[in-house]
């Protein structure tokens, strides 16, 4: 898949009104260049933060209340995707 396939296919979701899970999306999106309404998103990042204090990692937010442990050696969007999933049931 062409970097140009996979913005396409980004687009249309986007364009369809998907809701989006996961942790850090806002980024994600910037660094895309993609625009989205953020009542698609649903942010783990924002979900589970405290007011006035640092943003929680997906690290440890899945060690902390889910009990797994993520990105030991490398990093996996899929694993990081499905753990953002499981903090948001």
Aim: aromatic fraction near 8%.
């Amino acid at each position: 898949t062409t970097m140009k396939a996979a913005y396409m296919k980004l687009r249309y979701l986007v364009d369809m009104g998907c809701i989006f899970v996961g942790h850090g999306l806002k980024k994600d999106f910037r660094m895309m260049n993609v625009m989205i309404n953020p009542s698609n998103t649903i942010d783990t990042v924002e979900i589970y933060h405290l007011k006035q204090q640092r943003k929680l990692s997906l690290r440890f937010l899945a060690s902390y209340l889910l009990g797994i442990h993520i990105q030991g050696t490398t990093h996996d969007s899929i694993e990081d995707a499905l753990t953002a999933l499981k903090l948001y049931k």
